[in-house]
């Protein structure tokens, strides 16, 4: 039975009340209902089904009815960000909104004394005015950022007017009002050339971009201020999470044009995803200091259960991952093609002689070696001259052109070079095993891929690549279910520079690495490049066949993740701070709560947290024996993931804040 095109459906009705934003206005209800009453009842049920759809269906559905006209020529609108509903379709919309709303009017209307029955009717009356004409706010700047704020703190003080517990908690309401203009604000930036051309006043049309931009800004750090101050000491940790909205607006701040206000979208996309990670930390802030559920005595065993819980979990994904990982056996080829090695390298003189050594020893009949140094200031070009071998040709590269990271250029150079029907981009500081070649050749023909890609054991000798180096594998093996992501989503790739191969045929009908012209990461994205474009890749554990020798330099091991962190993350903020922040609590808090618990002779729960922290060095263990890693890298390895995760936190920073975008960079590593 085809759907009727003139009725309302109840796919479009959820659609309309924005599901991503459900947590936004029921969270707040819930948590000032519990520290208030500090009990659970039918009430705060009904209250928090109430804040979830009905009251998110009347705030959005009114504002998809009257902003009707402009949103049909905004590009962001008909998706998670917004509905456009058929004009013949909002008299449907409306009867919605009022079945979904009434039942929960009438019942807060019916248990409430005055001020229940007072704080429903106003936020009924903050929904419709904020969009419906004749009052229509939303057109009336900075009256339009307070009433937006209001459909947020007013769920909030609802939860507190219930045991009238208003007054003390005027500075978290102060905060929360600060909050809510400051988001408001933001998101009118990216609409500010729609609403001019629809002839729509609001904050952003008004103030321009910049000023936009530095009032939100003064608005969250108010809001972190006044948490800091009036909730300390466990402010200091929830204006730390608040201050993310600070760098996620100060991010946007190279973007002072009105002409550029739709990059600014991205920043609303980050918002929103922000929202789900602070709102959850607070959450749990607010949990853990006035306690509703009489739980505090047991948050050790509720941890410590979490965290056998989740490290169970992670052994399971590093099982499921090495499994997936793990190649195929390949016969020696009947045919050989030729292989071109193509390689680059950058002050790598500690590493570049036993890598030459290494490909030139292969027992593979017919390959050449493209090489070329990126300007290194030390020996590494005099190393790779004294080589006296015909297949090995030392070229240099024209001058970068504008739009090219400088790796992704050097590639494609050595890329034009190449003769060979398979072409392996080999990392300066990786050494191949005698057979490598050949095992890899095998895996391209018999499994007909056109890309493969080896993820080599590490050779760590100092402590430095002990530490911080090794925990990169872990972050691949351990903690994503990355095979799985591999196969279940078709952009989803997993990729190891040290050492690639493909199909020459293949890629240059592409466009070589023109695909991945602008990217600091050229190998691993043009893995992805290849698969999205319907063509099979494969990644395997080659731990036996290679291994990665990495800088020794702590300075040069920080400078290359620096560079590869961030955009490994698809310059993702809300995913980067996720990994932050959840790093932080499942791999570096425990072990510094069980020394405290163990000098305070606090027992109680305490062997759960042994037990948990032992499994995840189990579970680390298992990564260093594949990996081949040094027995160091497992016993140190809370203090690497906490420093891997510092210089994370910095990649970000240094790509969205101290250094220009990263399109027109031309760095070398």
Known sequence: ?????????????????????????????????????????????????????????????????????SDIKNPRKNSIEGAILAKNKHGQLWLAIALANLPFIIYFMTI????????????????????????????????????????????????????????????????????????????????????RAANIKSIGTVLGAKRTNTFSLVMYSITCVITLIFYFPVGILASILLGVYVLNVAVFRKYKSDARSNQYHRGWQNFMWLNMIVGFGICQILL???????????????????????????????IYNIRAFVRPTTQRLQEWPKISIIMHAYNQQDNISSTLLAVLGQQYPH?????????SNDNTRKIAESFQDPRLKIIDTKPIEPGWTLNAWVSQQLLNKATGDIVVLLGADTILLANSLSIVAGLIKHKKLSL????????????????ILSQNLYFMLGLFPSAYLAKKRPNSVNASGSMMAFTRSSIVSLGGFELVRKSPLEDFDLAAAVKSKGLDTGFYLGTDIATSQNHANLRLIIAQNIRRFYPALHFSMPLTLSLFLGGIFVLVVPGILLIYLIFTSMYLGIWLLVIAIG????????????????????????????????????SMLNYELFKPRWQSRTEVF
Request: charged share 10%; aromatic share 16%; proline share 5%.
């Open 615 to 650: 499994l995840s060095y189990v579970n680390r263990l298992i990564i260093t024996i594949i990996s081949k890693q040094s027995i160091v890298s497992t016993l140190l390895y809370p203090l690497g993931v906490f420093i891997s995760l510092c210089i994370l936190i910095y």
């Open 112 to 195: 409430g004394d005055t001020l229940v029955r007072i704080g429903i009717i106003l936020l009924v009356f903050f929904c419709l005015s904020y969009s419906a004409k004749p009052l229509r706010f939303k057109e009336v700047p900075f009256l339009d950022a307070l009433n937006s704020s209001l459909h947020f703190v007013g769920p909030f003080v609802f939860g507190l007017v219930f045991v009238n517990e208003i007054s003390n908690y005027w500075p978290a309401i102060i905060a929360f009002l600060c909050w809510g203009m400051a988001s408001q604000a933001f998101g009118s930036i990216q609409d500010i050339k729609p609403d």
């Open 1 to 69: 039975m085809k759907n009727n095109p003139k009725k309302l459906s109840l796919k479009e009705i959820i659609a309309t009340s924005r599901p991503v934003s459900w947590v936004n206005t029921a969270a707040p209800f819930l948590v000032g209902y519990l520290i208030a009453l500090k009990s659970f009842d039918i009430t705060a049920v009904i209250g928090t089904i109430y804040f979830l759809f009905p009251y998110n269906l009347l705030m959005y559905g009114v504002n998809d009815i009257y902003d009707y006209e």
């Open 367 to 375: 390959f050449e070696i493209i090489f070329t140094d990126l300007g």
């Open 288 to 318: 853990f200091v006035y306690d509703p559920f009489g739980v505090s005595s047991s948050y050790i065993l509720l941890f410590g259960f979490f965290l056998l819980i989740f490290f169970l979990a992670q052994l399971g994904i590093t």
């Open 452 to 467: 493969v890609s080896i993820l080599p054991a590490d050779q760590n000798q100092s402590i430095a690549q002990q530490i």
